[in-house]
């Protein structure tokens, strides 16, 4: 795909805060939402969970910059927008209501050493993706989450009376008409600010039919500085148990994230910078350990993001990231983007989430669909939509196991990696490979036979016209 900016353009500042809005708009909503069902999940009052809230907001915001610009051997040095992960919200409620809320910043502190000590292993891990198991992995990321985008659309969750009014479903239409309309036929910052002004347009729209509720922005602090340790901290061995399974869920997903965004901005994935990435990870997740927030992980949304607008400058992430810590700063902000209507959103999340899923399909172009892998690509995506679309498969499943497998992304990923290593490379395969390489050999030398002679007849008529 050809990049509107790259991965180390600087566009000019105006461009990039508005550029970064759109990053900002798509991952607020998610970012709040960790902190405030487990909050609300365990009996926290309103002035706690406006602190876990500004907490993940300034959070994110410092681990977004520094995972953009890098920090020494920390940071992956891409568009990564960090934030609240939802792989968390299950153990940390259970650990809550058992052992109170400083039990779930002990545990994730101490679990997020399986993130720190792990991403010092990442170039080996690297070595088990290749575009076969990768490419499974990017597909599985994007329709795991799409239902996410489809429930925003139907303005309300699955059985509520208002799920899929036809309201909801013409405000959301009309955001991602615009963003279909604007990405194809625009031309520069138009089209790479598609997504922005598509939720903007819809936001009016919203604002007009009097639908957006302002509470949240009267409700919401002027000004909030983070607090050390706010909730004290405990540690309970079940507890750190149970965030450690998490955290290695977390490993695999980011992978996937970053596997995905390398893709997506034409770099180069190696193992070294996958250690930067993880490594940012998990020191993000320590530091919201100890302000008093939800642990970290990458965000996939944000991937589709780069996919439609063509721009995968770091920098401009990086300002998104200095939004998101002025958010967390002056909460009136982020009350402000928590108004936006959820239709609004499915606008715009249904055609960033199907992006990744394009871009999934990208990497799969690229192998040789032998029998071999026709099966890992099968077998890995069906296992994870059967997680995602069936979760009570997992009913009779012991609690350790339903962590790990209870992620579409992680149960999916984890069988095609396995295939990639069971599966032995038959000889009719490779056969076929050699076969596939040397036609698309032969190809390569007919296309550069035909641009040389091209090259030449031009040459020659350029002499004929000087001569004359």
Same mark, same amino acid.
């Given at each position: 795909?050809?990049?509107?900016?790259?991965?180390?353009?600087?566009?000019?500042?105006?461009?990039?805060?508005?550029?970064?809005?759109?990053?900002?708009?798509?991952?607020?909503?998610?970012?709040?939402?960790?902190?405030?069902?487990?909050?609300?999940?365990?009996?926290?009052?309103?002035?706690?969970?406006?602190?876990?809230?500004?907490?993940?907001?300034?959070?994110?915001?410092?681990?977004?910059?520094?995972?953009?610009?890098?920090?020494?051997?920390?940071?992956?040095?891409?568009?990564?927008?960090?934030?609240?992960?939802?792989?968390?919200?299950?153990?940390?409620?259970?650990?809550?209501?058992?052992?109170?809320?400083?039990?779930?910043?002990?545990?994730?502190?101490?679990?997020?050493?399986?993130?720190?000590?792990?991403?010092?292993?990442?170039?080996?891990?690297?070595?088990?993706?290749?575009?076969?198991?990768?490419?499974?992995?990017?597909?599985?990321?994007?329709?795991?989450?799409?239902?996410?985008?489809?429930?925003?659309?139907?303005?309300?969750?699955?059985?509520?009376?208002?799920?899929?009014?036809?309201?909801?479903?013409?405000?959301?239409?009309?955001?991602?008409?615009?963003?279909?309309?604007?990405?194809?036929?625009?031309?520069?910052? @138009?089209? !790479?600010?598609?997504?922005? /002004?598509?939720?903007? &347009? %819809?936001?009016?729209?919203? *604002?007009?039919?009097? =639908? +957006?509720?302002?509470?949240?922005?009267?409700?919401?602090?002027?000004?909030?500085?983070?607090?050390?340790?706010?909730?004290?901290?405990?540690?309970?061995?079940?507890?750190?148990?149970?965030?450690?399974?998490?955290?290695?869920?977390?490993?695999?997903?980011?992978?996937?994230?970053?596997?995905?965004?390398?893709?997506?901005?034409?770099?180069?994935?190696?193992?070294?910078?996958?250690?930067?990435?993880?490594?940012?990870?998990?020191?993000?997740?320590?530091?919201?350990?100890?302000?008093?927030?939800?642990?970290?992980?990458?965000?996939?949304?944000?991937?589709?993001?780069?996919?439609?607008?063509?721009?995968?400058?770091?920098? @401009?992430? !990086?300002?998104?990231?200095? /939004?998101?810590?002025? &958010? %967390?700063?002056?909460?009136? *902000?982020?009350?402000? =983007? +928590?108004?936006?209507?959820?239709?609004?959103?499915?606008?715009?999340?249904?055609?960033?989430?199907?992006?990744?899923?394009?871009?999934?399909?990208?990497?799969?172009?690229?192998?040789?669909?032998?029998?071999?892998?026709?099966?890992?690509?099968?077998?890995?995506?069906?296992?994870?939509?059967?997680?995602?679309?069936?979760?009570?498969?997992?009913?009779?499943?012991?609690?350790?196991?339903?962590?790990?497998?209870?992620?579409?992304?992680?149960?999916?990923?984890?069988?095609?990696?396995?295939?990639?290593?069971?599966?032995?490379?038959?000889?009719?395969?490779?056969?076929?490979?050699?076969?596939?390489?040397?036609?698309?050999?032969?190809?390569?030398?007919?296309?550069?036979?035909?641009?040389?002679?091209?090259?030449?007849?031009?040459?020659?008529?350029?002499?004929?016209?000087?001569?004359?």
């Amino acid at each position: 795909m050809k990049l509107l900016y790259k991965v180390e353009d600087k566009p000019p500042m105006g461009a990039s805060i508005l550029l970064a809005l759109q990053h900002m708009l798509a991952a607020m909503g998610a970012i709040v939402a960790v902190p405030l069902v487990v909050g609300s999940a365990i009996g926290l009052a309103t002035e706690e969970m406006v602190i876990l809230v500004n907490a993940a907001l300034m959070v994110s915001g410092i681990v977004t910059i520094i995972q953009c610009k890098g920090a020494g051997p920390v940071g992956i040095r891409l568009p990564v927008v960090m934030g609240t992960s939802f792989t968390f919200v299950a153990i940390a409620i259970s650990i809550g209501i058992d052992s109170g809320v400083s039990a779930i910043f002990g545990a994730a502190l101490v679990g997020s050493l399986v993130m720190i000590i792990g991403s010092r292993f990442m170039p080996q891990i690297r070595k088990l993706f290749p575009p076969v198991v990768s490419g499974t992995v990017v597909v599985l990321i994007g329709l795991t989450i799409l239902p996410v985008a489809v429930d925003w659309l139907a303005g309300a969750y699955v059985g509520d009376e208002e799920y899929g009014h036809l309201s909801h479903l013409l405000l959301g239409s009309l955001v991602l008409l615009i963003v279909i309309v604007l990405s194809q036929f625009g031309k520069g910052i @138009v089209a !790479a600010a598609a997504i922005v /002004i598509g939720m903007l &347009a %819809g936001y009016l729209v919203a *604002i007009m039919l009097g =639908v +957006v509720d302002f509470s949240p922005i009267g409700a919401a602090p002027l000004f909030a500085l983070p607090t050390l340790l706010p909730f004290g901290i405990s540690f309970t061995i079940s507890g750190i148990i149970g965030m450690s399974i998490a955290y290695l869920v977390t490993i695999m997903e980011s992978t996937g994230d970053f596997l995905a965004l390398s893709d997506a901005t034409n770099t180069k994935l190696t193992g070294d910078k996958l250690s930067k990435g993880i490594l940012c990870d998990g020191l993000g997740s320590a530091l919201a350990s100890t302000l008093g927030t939800t642990p970290f992980s990458s965000f996939s949304q944000n991937v589709g993001i780069v996919s439609i607008t063509g721009v995968a400058s770091r920098h @401009v992430v !990086a300002v998104t990231g200095l /939004i998101m810590l002025f &958010a %967390g700063l002056f909460p009136k *902000i982020g009350a402000l =983007v +928590v108004t936006i209507p959820s239709p609004v959103l499915g606008g715009a999340g249904i055609v960033m989430f199907a992006m990744i899923i394009s871009s999934g399909i990208g990497i799969l172009s690229k192998i040789n669909f032998t029998k071999r892998n026709m099966l890992i690509i099968a077998v890995g995506v069906a296992t994870g939509m059967a997680v995602t679309m069936r979760p009570e498969i997992l009913n009779y499943f012991p609690d350790s196991i339903k962590v790990i497998f209870g992620s579409g992304i992680t149960a999916g990923s984890l069988v095609a990696l396995v295939l990639n290593i069971v599966l032995r490379v038959s000889k009719s395969d490779e056969a076929q490979c050699t076969e596939e390489k040397r036609e698309a050999l032969q190809e390569i030398i007919k296309e550069c036979d035909a641009n040389s002679d091209a090259l030449q007849k031009e040459e020659t008529e350029k002499s004929k016209i000087e001569t004359t």
